[in-house]
């Protein structure tokens, strides 16, 4: 199966901050997908983005299909962006072990 | 918006006990999945379904069975519950429309088998 890795699996912000996660994965896939499961244990949809940059508010994601990447940016952290962000790919949705954020106030 | 709804928050159940999770979504999504979630794992696909009484197994469907009757149900089936199945369980739902679509989850049960 697809081979997803992710980067920092750790990261602690001071509220303000900017920051970038990564993924990377092993094959060319059609589907990508990053969600934040906040301390409760929803899981929310970001972003669909298989290619391309999308915005949403303060969140905003870029995948580089062709080098098997996505990034997604955390401008002005606010102690609610904390939790785990899950990078998933392809068919099935493959999912990344997550990068846990906590933002400090 | 769309809801997917797991039966049951948390579930306490015993060694060898027939255990059934039960997700039903109400946007007439096509596939619906089975994740488990173990800390430092990430979610694992077990099972999922792309149409009623359809079925595919995921990375770790050992130990698991599911049942698709109706398009909104997605059943999640224990056979013979065993300690290693304590996990947290997430469905989720998606529609198929010539491409892939955003994935919905549900709450999510915590299964703890003693």
């Known amino acids: 199966g697809i081979q997803v890795e992710q980067s920092p699996p750790d990261l602690i912000l001071q509220e303000g901050a900017n920051s970038t996660l990564r993924c990377n994965f092993s094959?060319?896939?059609?589907?990508l997908q990053w969600f934040h499961q906040n301390p409760w244990g929803q899981l929310i949809n970001l972003f669909y983005?298989?290619?391309g940059t999308k915005q949403n508010g303060r969140l905003s994601a870029t995948t580089v299909a062709t080098e098997r990447y996505s990034l997604l940016y955390i401008s002005s952290s606010q102690t609610t962006d904390s939790g785990v962000y899950f990078c998933?790919?392809?068919?099935?949705?493959?999912f990344g072990a997550g990068t846990t954020v906590t933002v400090r106030a | 918006d769309v809801k997917v709804t797991q039966s049951s928050r948390y579930l306490v159940k015993r060694t060898g006990e027939k255990v059934f999770l039960e997700c039903v979504q109400d946007?007439?999504?096509?596939?619906m999945f089975w994740y488990r979630q173990d800390p430092g794992l990430g979610l694992r696909l077990i099972y999922f379904?792309?149409?009623?009484?359809?079925?595919e197994k995921g990375d770790i469907p050992e130990g698991y069975s599911v049942s698709r009757e109706k398009k909104e149900r997605f059943s999640l089936i224990l056979e013979s519950a065993s300690t290693n199945q304590t996990s947290m369980y997430l469905c989720?739902?998606?529609?198929?429309?010539?491409?892939?679509?955003?994935?919905?989850f549900g709450d999510g049960t915590r299964l703890s088998i003693l």
């Open positions: 989720a739902s998606s529609t198929l429309t010539g491409r892939h679509q955003p994935q919905h």
């Open positions: 094959d060319s896939v059609n589907n």
């Open positions: 983005i298989p290619s």
């Open positions: 998933a790919v392809g068919s099935k949705l493959s």
């Open positions: 946007m007439d999504h096509e596939n």
């Open positions: 379904s792309y149409d009623v009484k359809m079925k």
